[in-house]
């Protein structure tokens, strides 16, 4: 089977089009003279900053084919979310949608990466507050217990080549019937360290476009996750940084439970994406794996 390549940066102009330009200013969102920059990252969709002089803006324009088995990409369900979390201080305001020849933008204030130290524990608290609220009626449920999680990766593993494939199962975990019980409350889908925001607010997050209702490790595995660090260009967190999260999230009893069902899950996707031509992504399953094999307490059949 012939994969075409995922990052829609490689194909993707520095500029916009002119008819996606026309319709922010047809909008009285940006003008003939605004300044258009294309943001780092957008490994699903297309970013920009929109700078007007009086405001500054972020044009996110979404690529529907770019979803992946593991990570849905949803305009609706991004927008809503956004809305939903802004006025706590945990995602941009003034979230808009616009419909243009392009395809559907997301239209939102640009909010400066600033640098301010932002510990794991941070991130811990962070997380913890949006895992506080209850899922909004209609968001996705994702799996959330060790035989549903390895069940959702297998369903990938088996559209992998073959090598790939056989490489891959060779690292599954068994899992434990007795793990402790999930707990249902909102998740951002997707909290990988590039879509953290440090503010002197402290952490906010932005690219809600999986969000969804499930159990709180879902996101603390993404976050911890070797593979999503090294696709950040950073090592993955040390042994310390790992526990003060999980120990500010709350959720560090719960998560040991099911890490290893998580990390295995991971780096099939890691190596769907690498099968769909994102070569990077070979170090980064590779570094899931290494975690796996490291845990000193293996789930027991």
């Not at 700078?51 to 369900?77: E, I, M, Q, W, Y």
């Not at 607010?201 to 070797?226: E, K, M, R, T, Y």
Request: glycine content about 6%.
């Amino acid at each position: 089977m012939q994969h075409k390549d995922m990052d829609p940066a490689a194909a993707s102009p520095a500029q916009p089009d002119v008819a996606l330009r026309r319709a922010l200013e047809e909008a009285g969102l940006a003008e003939p003279a605004s300044l258009w920059q294309r943001l780092p990252g957008g490994r699903t969709n297309i970013v920009w900053r929109v700078d007007t002089g009086s405001r500054s803006l972020v044009c996110k324009l979404h690529c529907h084919d770019r979803a992946t088995p593991l990570f849905p990409n949803d305009p609706d369900a991004e927008l809503a979310a956004m809305r939903f979390m802004a006025p706590l201080g945990l995602a941009p305001g003034g979230a808009m949608s616009l419909n243009t020849v392009a395809g559907p933008c997301l239209i939102y204030d640009h909010v400066p990466d600033r640098a301010i130290p932002v510990t794991a524990s941070d991130i811990g608290r962070t997380l913890s507050r949006v895992h506080d609220q209850a899922p909004p009626v209609g968001l996705r449920r994702v799996a959330d217990d060790i035989p549903a999680i390895l069940a959702q990766a297998e369903d990938i593993l088996r559209t992998l080549p073959v090598a790939l494939r056989a490489r891959l199962a060779t690292h599954r975990p068994a899992f434990h019937a007795d793990a402790l019980p999930a707990r249902l409350c909102l998740l951002h889908g997707d909290p990988a360290p590039d879509n953290i925001l440090a503010t002197p607010d402290g952490p906010i997050l932005i690219d809600w476009q999986c969000p969804a209702a499930g159990d709180p490790a879902h996101d603390l595995a993404v976050f911890l996750s070797p593979a999503m660090h090294v696709l950040a260009g950073r090592p993955p967190l040390s042994e310390t940084d790992r526990h003060a999260c999980l120990v500010a999230h709350g959720a560090a009893q719960r998560f040991a439970a099911v890490e290893p069902a998580h990390l295995w899950r991971m780096a099939v996707h890691c190596g769907w994406r690498l099968a769909h031509g994102e070569s990077d992504c070979k170090a980064a399953m590779e570094a899931e794996l290494e975690r796996l094999n490291q845990l000193d307490q293996p789930i027991d059949r």
